[in-house]
């Protein structure tokens, strides 16, 4: 199965913009998996932010990034990537990449994780 890697996180202050990117490390192709990104806070659940369908063409997000944040991917550079504009402190948590070999788009159907990216906005 493919493995995944993060990189882009940092510290911020609000109103910035950062952009994640997800690449394969080793494993399968990219394009077999539906691709996603979800976060969690310290003491929080693990939080759905995005998914993307296997050729790009359709795209889902949480609530609370909607307008806000961009997935994309490039199965030509095996890579994913969430573009983050109008940060808040809300959005600080560690974010993962994942991947899911079903057909659905949603948080319980990820069973690939990278290792998570940590992303602190400051007010």
């Known amino acids: 199965q493919v493995q995944l890697v993060e990189s882009g996180g940092g510290l911020v202050q609000a109103g910035a913009s950062l952009r994640l990117t997800c690449a394969q490390s080793s494993g399968d192709t990219l394009r077999i998996y539906i691709m996603g990104w979800v976060r969690q806070s310290p003491g929080k659940e693990r939080e759905f932010v995005a998914s993307i369908s296997r050729n790009g063409g359709r795209t889902v997000y949480g609530d609370s990034v909607k307008g806000r944040f961009t997935i994309s991917r490039d199965n030509y550079a095996h890579t994913v990537s969430l573009q983050m504009d109008n940060l808040n402190p809300e959005d600080t948590a560690v974010y993962y990449c994942?991947?899911?070999?079903?057909?659905?788009?949603?948080?319980?159907?990820?069973?690939?994780w990278g290792q998570g990216t940590q992303v602190t906005v400051s007010a």
């Open positions: 994942a991947a899911t070999r079903s057909d659905y788009m949603g948080l319980s159907e990820f069973n690939i």
